[in-house]
């Protein structure tokens, strides 16, 4: 892991006048740079050739010879073979050149090694560099370890699928679609065997993936992702806010659903199980006698994360939740980073958000409101890793 001092140091040579917000173009890009123009910063993103154009074109920011934003936001832009590439010395010297405060997001932790960004990538990353590897399911103190430690409540692990009783969820990488899902449920081990084959026939699954599975007892009811914001400069508010909620759309569960009974039955192999990739988002709302709890939830994962990570998480986190019928929450995934349905709040804000700071504030505006908060304090230092 780079030693913070190093990043400190590197920092040091910023020109804080010129400091730009960059990250890879994809994920959550939008909302990031839609929000750090929104607080007067430039925008750099990297681009990765045949995928550029949403950035490079049709959101590309236009200013007037004073520099005043006239439409769009994506000012700069570098385009790489891959988006790993960003990894290189010279690509990574470019980013510290052009003062560029990094914001991991999860297409950078996808497309590029976790060992490279912890231990390789030398730019100041707005975020918390040493808690990216726990959103890898499996590891060895993954997301599921902080939630064990701070005393949090995640849905039941299955060890065996023979010991299968219940509706479970099984969770594995899709074998296709590599940054996806192959995820399937099943009510008893017969199901399960079914299953797990047709994918494995279908070329979903593969045996390999499916050995590593982790099962879990599903629980029914709604979905809420709860965006988060902790402030380590924040000295006289609470450090902890929520900005807003999201929920998402599921392919092809999303399209199944909407099949009345006898037309589902009807189905041929392939068609039968559900995918669950995400291709898009919505705003929620909690009802208000539930907020205490997701705040109370949030502050044991912030302490958490303090206690076993130093200096703990920083800036944007998503708790990703579901709500059984007794009103119970359980996390099912954390993103320790900013979450991939903030675009859905991007120029219009999150409804918490909103209430809170009394304008439109998005995920990526809070991102870049910190920013500009933490120069005017002189404690830049205290929200980069």
């Not at 902890?240 to 192999?269: K, Y």
């Amino acid at each position: 892991m780079i030693d913070r001092n190093e990043i400190t140091s590197i920092l040091n040579d910023y020109d804080t006048e010129k400091i730009a917000i960059g990250l890879v173009a994809s994920h959550s890009a939008l909302d990031t740079c839609d929000g750090a123009v929104d607080e007067g910063f430039r925008t750099f993103l990297v681009c990765q050739a045949g995928r550029e154009k949403t950035y490079t074109r049709y959101f590309k920011a236009e200013r007037d010879s004073s520099g005043n934003l006239l439409r769009g936001i994506v000012d700069d832009n570098a385009v790489y073979q891959r988006f790993d590439e960003v990894l290189q010395p010279e690509n990574q010297k470019q980013l510290r050149d052009d003062n560029i405060l990094f914001v991991p997001n999860r297409s950078f932790t996808s497309y590029c090694e976790i060992d490279a960004i912890e231990d390789d990538f030398a730019v100041p990353m707005l975020g918390s560099r040493n808690l990216l590897r726990s959103e890898e399911r499996g590891g060895e103190e993954d997301y599921y370890w902080i939630l064990e430690k701070a005393g949090l409540p995640y849905p039941e692990r299955i060890d065996d699928p023979e010991d299968i009783d219940c509706l479970v969820m099984v969770k594995l990488p899709h074998a296709v679609k590599k940054l996806e899902r192959g995820f399937f449920t099943a009510s008893d081990y017969i199901e399960y065997q079914e299953k797990s084959e047709s994918l494995i026939r279908q070329g979903v699954i593969t045996e390999d993936a499916l050995s590593a599975a982790r099962i879990e007892r599903y629980v029914i009811g709604p979905v809420f992702n709860l965006d988060f914001f902790y402030s380590p400069i924040e000295d006289t508010m609470s450090p902890i806010e929520l900005l807003g909620i999201d929920w998402r759309f599921e392919t092809s569960l999303d399209g199944h659903v909407r099949l009345p009974a006898p037309q589902q039955m009807t189905l041929i192999e392939g068609q039968q199980i559900p995918e669950y990739t995400v291709c898009g988002h919505n705003s929620a709302t909690l009802r208000e006698s539930l907020l205490e709890g997701a705040f109370e939830r949030a502050e044991k994962y912030v302490k958490a994360t303090q206690k076993h990570y130093s200096p703990g998480i920083i800036g944007p986190f998503c708790l990703q939740t579901c709500v059984d019928k007794d009103l119970n929450f359980y996390i099912y995934d954390v993103a320790p980073r900013i979450g991939g349905g903030t675009n859905v709040h991007m120029s219009v804000g999150h409804p918490y958000g909103n209430t809170l700071w009394r304008r439109n504030m998005s995920t990526g505006r809070r991102l870049a409101m910190e920013v500009r908060r933490a120069v005017a304090m002189g404690r830049i230092a205290e929200i980069v890793t």
